[in-house]
């Protein structure tokens, strides 16, 4: 499967604190995408970093994009509980036509 | 702008019966998905249209039918409700889908579907 992998699948941290959330892919990459998504809800769009960027910023998140090991990570700095959702990466792979592919998620929980 | 709008919110089906998930979008957006979620499993897609009267097969189409007669409306079909298709449903678009900039996906609120 091209799905990209993310990890930890889940994650529980202190309100204040830092959460790293890593992604994973096998093939190459036109772009790869970080999601949100609330619980009943619909997913976000939070920040998309193309295959030749190594480092975006967006407010409190920050994404990297290493293409030599085929991994992406999301930092969200002085995590807030409101961060509470999970957290999927999608990825636009090389070659394949028109479609994003998710991970299953990775699941955060920040406590006050 | 009301965004990416999917109907019905909740419904509970039979198995072998036939129903439509409605998905409007009001952005002028040419690209628009179906995906299905599943406890686990992440998000999968079904079918996907790059534009009016093109549509086309993603990771998982079997039992289920789309059609894109204009750029606002992408209903996805259920020929048959099986069990297996109990699943909540989403509808995505963006502008397109090569062009990176415009290439974030607008996802709907979902259609949490039980078949029985």
């Known amino acids: 499967s091209q799905q990209g992998e993310e990890d930890p699948q889940a994650l529980s941290i202190q309100e204040g604190e830092n959460a790293t959330m890593n992604c994973s892919y096998k093939?190459?990459?036109?772009?790869l995408q970080w999601y949100r998504q609330n619980s009943g809800r619909g997913l976000v769009h939070l920040i998309l970093?193309?295959?030749?960027?190594r480092e975006k910023h967006s407010g409190r998140l920050r994404v990297t994009l290493d293409t030599s090991k085929k991994s992406s990570s999301l930092l969200i700095t002085a995590s807030r509980a409101a961060d509470t959702a999970s957290y999927f990466c999608?990825?636009?792979?090389?070659?394949?036509?028109?479609?994003?592919?998710f991970g299953k998620g990775i699941t955060l929980s920040v406590r006050p | 702008n009301a965004g990416v709008t999917q109907t019905p919110k909740f419904q509970v089906l039979k198995t072998g019966q036939s129903m439509t998930l409605q998905c409007a979008q009001d952005?002028?957006?040419?690209?628009m998905s179906w995906y299905r979620q599943d406890p686990g499993m992440g998000l999968r897609l079904i079918h996907y249209?790059?534009?009016?009267?093109?549509?086309d097969q993603g990771e998982v189409p079997n039992g289920y039918n789309v059609s894109r007669s204009t750029t606002e409306d992408f209903p996805l079909r259920l020929l048959s409700a099986a069990p297996s298709q109990t699943s909540v449903y989403f509808c995505?678009?963006?502008?397109?889908?090569?062009?990176?900039?415009?290439?974030?996906?607008?996802f709907g609120d979902g259609t949490r579907l039980s078949i029985l």
């Open positions: 999608a990825t636009d792979f090389t070659g394949a036509n028109s479609k994003l592919t």
């Open positions: 970093i193309r295959s030749n960027e």
């Open positions: 093939t190459s990459i036109n772009n």
């Open positions: 249209s790059v534009g009016a009267g093109i549509t």
């Open positions: 952005m002028n957006h040419e690209y």
């Open positions: 995505a678009s963006s502008y397109s889908f090569r062009q990176a900039r415009d290439q974030p996906q607008h």
